[in-house]
Nanobody, 119 residues
């Protein structure tokens, strides 16, 4: 199992920046992948960016070039740097960790942090 604690959401004007943090309760190297998803009102949860334990990243087209995922191994923490924010980025952002046990994969989620971008 893993516990995830998120921080860094808030209210920002369009064009501004925010950085989200997600601290894991175990080594990031023991986690297959960590990342960020978001869910806007009335919409399905969608992938924003992920990073594998081998540092391979995957970023959604809608945020590529504006958002960057990174990791601090010593702190077992993953970050999402969000620049040039747009009103359509407004959503609850969730940290995700995917663990592997045998042939099974398990997803764990943080509590979510609200990001609101005003126009």
């Amino acid at each position: 199992q893993v516990q995830l604690v998120e921080s860094g959401g808030g209210l920002v004007q369009a064009g501004g920046s925010l950085r989200l943090s997600c601290a894991a309760s175990r080594s990031v190297f023991s986690i297959k992948a960590m990342g960020w998803y978001r869910q806007a009102p009335g919409k399905q949860r969608e992938l924003v960016a992920t990073m594998t334990s081998g540092s391979i990243t995957n970023t959604a087209d809608s945020v590529r070039g504006r958002f960057t995922i990174s990791r601090d191994n010593a702190k077992n923490t993953v970050y999402l740097q969000m620049n040039s924010l747009k009103p359509e980025d407004t959503a609850v952002y969730y940290c995700n960790a995917r663990l592997v046990s045998g042939v099974y994969e398990y997803d764990y989620w943080g509590q979510g942090t609200q990001v609101t971008v005003s126009s």
